[in-house]
């Protein structure tokens, strides 16, 4: 598994939703209730990232989760916290995140899942004016063993 999760993270990283196309033979599309479940995974984390609930946040990535960001990357739980509440929610004032999923796979017959999408949010320095952001972003995940999930690894960009 350790070598497999940066392997599996540079070919994401590199070519994101191009490398999960639905004839590539090096991912198998997941049944319908993974894919709603991962959805709705998703779907909470955009929910708590726009009411900036950092610690919850954090609790979704699992003890050496990698959230890689233009800025650099942060691993396990309580980095991941301290970067989001200093950087996303007290520097930028994030809000009106919008996280698409467009796909999830799972790579070489493993536990883990791919899941690529985009997103867009509003940042806003103090005293600035408010900036329109898109990107896109990657994630590895894997069943927390409770009927959820855990981030292995997430990355995102941003568009120009």
Known sequence: MKFLLP??????????????????????????ATNKSVREFFNQFQKLYNMHQAHILASYFSESGVWKTPKGEYTGPEAIEKRMNDFDFEHWHVRDEEITVYDVRCPLETVLL?????????????????????????AMIFPDGNGSWLIQLNTYGIDE
């Open 114 to 138: 791919a899941v690529v999408g985009n997103w867009t949010n509003t940042v806003q320095e103090d005293g600035g004016v408010p900036i329109a952001l898109r990107g896109w972003w990657s």
């Open 7 to 32: 392997l599996l993270a540079l070919a994401l990283t590199t070519t994101g939703w191009a490398q999960m196309q639905m004839d590539d033979p090096h991912f198998k599309t997941v049944d319908e």
